[in-house]
């Protein structure tokens, strides 16, 4: 049976035993991390709004109309924002229910870097076939060339760049990535996130390929976490030559010692924003908050472009005095989904939506008749066949 008619007739899917199983685990695993942090650590839950007002930085939005001519709401899609003022008032703890020289020209570039992935026993497991799959998949989906270092189990180099190096440049780079006889090196040069993009989807691509070819790697029945720290604090703008866009959120503050180069060079700030990771998949974010309302105020005015007006409940909030704080926000739906092994994280939603956003049970979302719309003062552009429909009705 496909996932759609599943979740089309979710009511009888439920009563399968995985899912019963699934929804139970989580039920457990919710209760806990409550108990855990209000019983025994003090914590205090607080319902914030569900809706609020259209904010800079965050995700989607989602748009809800009033009765009031012109004015929406917005679902909060900044949601640390009231974290903030609840810490501002001294509700301190909240949780809330994701150098080698041929390659010189690279590194020339202000944001130009080398990296590099290492294939163990690479030489025995990895055919011709597949180092031009990856240069082609490098290629098509994020514009990156490849360059590719095979160590014979003789110690013998097979790579286009093996009679340009030196002997001192070639112990050096083993040295530096830990290359051993029947090792595969995969290098890209080029723009620092392109290329980290590109090697972190071929490293998921090897890993595949070993695994078919009887490799063990990864144990399904071991968790294994994993912090991400020292995030950029700002990226360059897509599509743009210049300005800086919130690598998180506008909200997250800088690292202590990049404090001073935020008013000289931004650009090579690192933030106080982590990453919590189990099994590669990204289970939590948070960040360290700016508390202090001129950084804040410099951060959205000068560097993002953003009108500081938006947030002139924040800013005063900030300005009233505020003490250092910070949150996580845990993918509560993937760590489930990890727990219990399931292949998507709609096996552990009691009613899921699809990818595209739709309620496949009720069909949701619906078109709704332009009598109903009246109240909200909304013009809506119907699809033809609809428009017949709403001006019948």
């Not at 990296?115 to 994020?142: C, M, W």
């Not at 000068?302 to 938006?310: H, M, R, V």
């Not at 069909?363 to 066949?385: C, R």
Request: glycine share 6%; net charge neutral.
């Amino acid at each position: 049976k496909s996932e759609a008619l599943r979740m089309q007739h979710r009511y009888l899917d439920l009563r399968s035993s995985q899912m019963q199983y699934n929804l139970r685990l989580r039920s457990q695993m919710v209760m806990r991390m409550r108990e855990y942090l209000c019983n025994l650590h003090g914590f205090v839950d607080v319902e914030t709004p569900t809706l609020f007002k259209k904010t800079p930085g965050g995700a989607k939005e989602f748009v809800v109309p009033s009765r009031e001519p012109g004015k929406f709401y917005c679902l909060p899609q900044s949601p640390q924002q009231f974290k903030q003022l609840l810490m501002i008032v001294d509700i301190s703890e909240i949780f809330m229910n994701t150098k080698i020289l041929f390659l010189c020209d690279a590194l020339s570039h202000p944001c130009g870097a080398v990296r590099v992935i290492s294939i163990t026993d690479g030489v025995k497991y990895l055919k011709k076939k597949d180092l031009e799959n990856f240069t082609e998949l490098a290629k098509a989906q994020f514009n990156q060339d490849l360059m590719f270092i095979m160590v014979q189990p003789d110690g013998t180099w097979k790579s286009a760049i093996a009679k340009i190096l030196t002997d001192l440049e070639k112990s050096q780079l083993c040295h530096a990535t830990n290359l051993q006889k029947g090792d595969v090196l995969i290098l890209a040069a080029g723009d620092r996130t392109k290329a980290n993009r590109a090697l972190g989807k071929l490293r998921l691509e090897c890993a595949d390929i070993l695994e078919s070819r009887g490799v063990a790697l990864r144990d399904p029945d071991v968790f294994n976490f994993l912090w991400i720290v020292d995030f950029p604090l700002f990226l360059p703008k897509e599509n743009s030559s210049e300005g800086f866009e919130s690598a998180h959120h506008p909200f997250t503050a800088p690292h202590p010692d990049d404090a001073h180069l935020i008013y000289k060079e931004p650009g090579t700030v690192r933030s106080q924003h982590y990453d919590l990771v189990l099994n590669g998949n990204e289970i939590g974010g948070g960040s360290i908050r700016i508390h202090n309302m001129e950084l804040q105020h410099y951060v959205l005015e000068t560097i993002l472009k953003e009108d500081s007006g938006l947030l002139s409940h924040l800013l005063e909030a900030l300005d009233s005095g505020a003490p250092p704080h910070g949150g996580i926000a845990l993918g509560l739906d993937r760590l489930i989904a990890l727990t219990v092994g399931a292949s998507s994280i709609r096996d552990v939603i009691a009613f899921p939506k699809s990818f595209r956003g739709r309620d496949l049970m009720s069909n949701a979302p619906d078109y709704v008749s332009y009598e109903e719309l009246s109240p909200y003062h909304i013009q809506v552009n119907w699809p033809a066949a609809i428009h017949k429909d709403t001006t019948k009705s």
